[in-house]
């Protein structure tokens, strides 16, 4: 999916990103690769010195026998620049690569095909081009769809206006256009595995030609189609296309207007998730850009849907939902379970860094673990090597398996992204470890089902002054439904904590924020009776509940914050209520704070990540 790209070519979108020959070990990208053989000197490399954290030293005084084997340096080593593609290299960047590829011919139906779609809603008209205005631009962009097992499908070829170009108040005004959010979806499947709802998916095929559009804009012909009897003419856009400011927006609002006319509401908590009530029946519709989730309990309405668009739009149905968004959805409708997966993406993340082949790491991050701004480079050599390591490039690869799917990782990924700017060499040996747990948890799925009750259950957490650059807290929360965690958060509080009453006082301040949010949109679903109930957040400080509870006067919190007691207003009003939690059993504990792999695996499956092994 699009999003896959976007968050795989994070900071380095569209280009190479060069590594030059790096001297110190411990920049170096774990590998299999063995193209030369040296010896090792008997110094121990800085990487070596980092993995003592695994080890530990039996006496420092002793000096250590030294394995006088021959080792194989990784092949990073071999090459004086390194060129690492975070494009795919099989995909054309341009109409003259396209016509001179192997797939020069599915490239060419794909242009047609893209074309016919444009001729069919009418985009534009050829005229002669104006005095007073400067058409855009265009361009050919090419992708390869595939399926959840990495294997090609569809050849897509895509004209896209040069947007840029615009100019803001002439061209274009508002550009902004929703999006279902991930917790939405989550909460959703989760609710669907518990009734056992159809889950059926459909894509808009060229969704945004379906946008109409106000100003005046003009465009280029499209490159290789230009037509010879008027190549000095240019085209009059009458619809919205691919690459506008204004594009989504247009696309958004003409699907709303169709959706709306069919007797879909939509949310008041979520603009794109939206409701049909027909008697008992009940048909949900997610809309994600151009990707559609259609859930309920009735075949008949949801066809009825289904016919719909497809009347108002032209449509691809997917049938039953098994591929969204880079997510893999498996199910078991007999033990009514539905399971979430990113390893295909996963396995992409880990082979563009290198990092497939490399040891497998127990946990996120080693219990105990500190990173800190005196950890960045001192010298402008130091900075100058850390720059040709792909640092933020890594980190939003890790973030959208983390968003989507991966709770796990959020307290990692929260303490290593805050040195984007001018990472050193620790911070990349922590993301390293990142990538080397995920190497050992790619398979592992986020499940929903087995719970007797559909109960939205929260737990909150705080570590106290973790950041030792500033001496701030480190918030932490998770929301169960259905066995598996629906909404999440690892974050660095806005304000230094006083105590560790405060830091979690404030912790579960913004937790409640949280947790009104998802009571309020499920009960505009209407399908989850516990809804109506006050949800529940467990937290292990006694005195943070009782702050939350009483509005008690006491010296060391007159301080606090005003935004903070927002929630005993929650509690107060019923929407809410906070309870004791033994800390063993805090299921936020590891968003806060490093754990060792015993507890942390305890908390992993709490959440509802866990390997399904009868899933291949």
Same mark, same amino acid.
């Given at each position: 999916?699009?999003?896959?790209?976007?968050?795989?070519?994070?900071?380095?979108?569209?280009?190479?990103?060069?590594?030059?020959?790096?001297?110190?070990?411990?920049?170096?990208?774990?590998?299999?690769?063995?193209?030369?053989?040296?010896?090792?000197?008997?110094?121990?490399?800085?990487?070596?010195?980092?993995?003592?954290?695994?080890?530990?030293?039996?006496?420092?005084?002793?000096?250590?026998?030294?394995?006088?084997?021959?080792?194989?340096?990784?092949?990073?080593?071999?090459?004086?620049?390194?060129?690492?593609?975070?494009?795919?290299?099989?995909?054309?960047?341009?109409?003259?690569?396209?016509? !001179?590829?192997?797939?020069?011919?599915?490239?060419?139906?794909? !242009?047609?095909?893209?074309?016919?779609? !444009?001729?069919?809603?009418?985009?534009?008209?050829?005229?002669?081009?104006?005095?007073?205005?400067?058409?855009?631009?265009?361009?050919?962009?090419?992708?390869?769809?595939?399926?959840?097992?990495?294997?090609?499908?569809? @050849?897509?070829?895509?004209?896209?206006?040069?947007?840029?170009?615009?100019?803001?108040?002439?061209?274009?005004?508002?550009?902004?256009?929703?999006?279902? /959010?991930?917790?939405?979806?989550?909460?959703?499947?989760?609710?669907?595995?518990?009734?056992?709802?159809?889950?059926?998916?459909? =894509?808009?095929?060229?969704?945004?030609?379906? #946008?109409?559009?106000?100003?005046?804009?003009?465009?280029?012909?499209? %490159?290789?189609?230009?037509?010879?009897?008027?190549?000095?003419?240019?085209?009059?856009?009458?619809?919205?296309?691919?690459?506008?400011?204004?594009?989504?927006?247009?696309?958004?609002?003409?699907?709303?207007?169709?959706?709306?006319?069919?007797?879909?509401?939509?949310?008041?908590?979520?603009?794109?998730?939206?409701?049909?009530?027909? #008697?008992?029946?009940?048909?949900?519709?997610?809309?994600?850009?151009?990707?559609?989730?259609?859930?309920?309990?009735?075949?008949?309405?949801?066809?009825?849907?289904?016919?719909?668009?497809?009347?108002?739009?032209?449509?691809?149905?997917?049938?039953?939902?098994?591929?969204?968004?880079?997510?893999?959805?498996?199910?078991?409708?007999?033990?009514?379970?539905?399971?979430?997966?990113?390893?295909?993406?996963?396995?992409?993340?880990?082979?563009?860094?290198?990092?497939?082949?490399?040891?497998?790491?127990?946990?996120?991050?080693?219990? #105990?673990?500190?990173?800190?701004?005196?950890?960045?480079?001192?010298?402008?050599?130091?900075?100058?090597?850390?720059?040709?390591?792909?640092?933020?490039?890594?980190?939003?690869?890790?973030? @959208?398996? /983390?968003?989507?799917?991966?709770? =796990?990782?959020?307290?990692?990924?929260?303490?290593?992204?805050?040195?984007?700017?001018?990472?050193?060499?620790?911070?990349?040996?922590?993301?390293?470890?990142? *990538?080397? @747990?995920?190497?050992?948890?790619?398979?592992?799925?986020?499940?929903?089902?087995?719970?007797?009750? *559909?109960?939205?259950?929260?737990?909150?957490?705080?570590?106290?002054?973790?950041?030792?650059?500033?001496?701030?807290?480190?918030?932490?929360?998770?929301?169960?439904?259905?066995?598996?965690?629906?909404?999440?958060?690892?974050?660095?509080?806005?304000?230094?904590?006083?105590?560790?009453?405060?830091?979690?006082?404030?912790?579960?301040?913004?937790?409640?924020?949280?947790?009104?949010?998802?009571?309020?949109?499920?009960? %505009?679903?209407?399908?989850?009776?516990?809804?109506?109930?006050?949800?529940?957040?467990?937290? =292990?400080?006694?005195?943070?509940?009782?702050?939350?509870?009483?509005?008690?006067?006491?010296?060391?919190?007159?301080?606090?914050?005003?935004?903070?007691?927002?929630?005993?207003?929650?509690?107060?009003?019923?929407?809410?209520?906070?309870?004791?939690?033994?800390?063993?059993?805090?299921?936020?504990?590891?968003?806060?704070?490093?754990?060792?792999?015993?507890?942390? =695996?305890?908390?992993?499956?709490?959440?509802?990540?866990?390997?399904?092994?009868?899933?291949?």
């Amino acid at each position: 999916s699009f999003l896959e790209k976007e968050f795989l070519s994070k900071e380095v979108s569209g280009r190479k990103v060069e590594l030059d020959e790096v001297i110190e070990p411990s920049l170096e990208l774990e590998s299999s690769a063995a193209p030369e053989i040296v010896p090792v000197p008997p110094a121990p490399t800085i990487e070596e010195a980092n993995d003592k954290d695994h080890e530990a030293s039996d006496d420092a005084a002793t000096e250590r026998r030294r394995s006088t084997r021959s080792r194989a340096p990784p092949e990073w080593y071999g090459n004086p620049v390194l060129t690492v593609l975070l494009v795919e290299d099989s995909e054309p960047t341009n109409y003259e690569e396209a016509m !001179m590829s192997p797939d020069s011919e599915k490239w060419l139906e794909a !242009m047609k095909s893209e074309l016919g779609s !444009m001729s069919e809603n009418q985009v534009w008209t050829l005229v002669d081009p104006p005095s007073d205005r400067k058409a855009v631009e265009c361009k050919w962009i090419f992708k390869k769809k595939t399926d959840a097992d990495g294997n090609v499908t569809v @050849y897509k070829a895509r004209l896209v206006a040069k947007g840029f170009r615009q100019v803001q108040g002439v061209d274009y005004d508002e550009t902004f256009s929703p999006v279902a /959010m991930f917790k939405s979806i989550r909460i959703l499947l989760a609710i669907a595995a518990f009734h056992d709802y159809e889950i059926w998916q459909m =894509d808009v095929k060229t969704a945004f030609l379906n #946008g109409n559009i106000d100003e005046e804009l003009y465009m280029m012909q499209p %490159e290789g189609f230009v037509d010879p009897k008027d190549a000095d003419k240019v085209c009059k856009l009458q619809r919205s296309i691919y690459g506008l400011k204004q594009a989504s927006r247009s696309w958004n609002l003409r699907f709303d207007q169709v959706i709306k006319s069919f007797g879909f509401v939509p949310n008041c908590y979520e603009a794109c998730i939206y409701k049909k009530v027909s #008697g008992s029946s009940v048909t949900f519709l997610v809309l994600y850009v151009d990707d559609i989730l259609i859930i309920g309990n009735d075949i008949n309405m949801l066809n009825d849907v289904k016919s719909y668009l497809n009347k108002c739009f032209s449509m691809k149905d997917l049938g039953e939902a098994a591929y969204i968004l880079g997510i893999k959805i498996y199910r078991d409708r007999q033990r009514r379970l539905i399971a979430l997966s990113q390893s295909t993406y996963l396995d992409k993340v880990l082979k563009r860094f290198r990092m497939d082949k490399a040891k497998k790491g127990s946990v996120p991050m080693l219990s #105990g673990k500190i990173l800190s701004k005196a950890q960045c480079p001192a010298t402008v050599n130091d900075r100058e090597a850390m720059s040709k390591v792909p640092y933020a490039s890594a980190i939003g690869s890790i973030m @959208y398996a /983390m968003l989507c799917t991966r709770p =796990d990782v959020s307290n990692a990924l929260s303490l290593t992204s805050r040195y984007q700017s001018d990472p050193g060499v620790e911070h990349w040996t922590a993301v390293k470890n990142i *990538l080397k @747990y995920l190497n050992r948890t790619k398979e592992m799925f986020l499940v929903y089902g087995g719970d007797e009750q *559909l109960v939205v259950k929260g737990y909150v957490d705080a570590s106290f002054d973790t950041d030792k650059d500033d001496s701030k807290s480190q918030t932490g929360y998770v929301y169960i439904l259905n066995g598996g965690a629906v909404s999440w958060r690892s974050c660095k509080q806005s304000v230094i904590a006083g105590s560790t009453v405060e830091a979690e006082y404030m912790a579960a301040a913004e937790a409640s924020s949280e947790g009104v949010w998802i009571r309020n949109f499920i009960t %505009e679903l209407g399908v989850v009776p516990s809804a109506l109930d006050p949800l529940e957040i467990l937290c =292990d400080n006694t005195g943070a509940i009782a702050l939350a509870k009483e509005p008690r006067y006491h010296p060391k919190t007159k301080h606090i914050n005003r935004k903070f007691h927002i929630i005993r207003d929650y509690i107060a009003d019923g929407d809410l209520k906070i309870s004791k939690v033994h800390t063993d059993l805090n299921v936020a504990d590891p968003l806060t704070k490093p754990l060792p792999r015993v507890k942390h =695996d305890q908390h992993l499956s709490a959440m509802g990540v866990r390997l399904l092994p009868d899933v291949n």
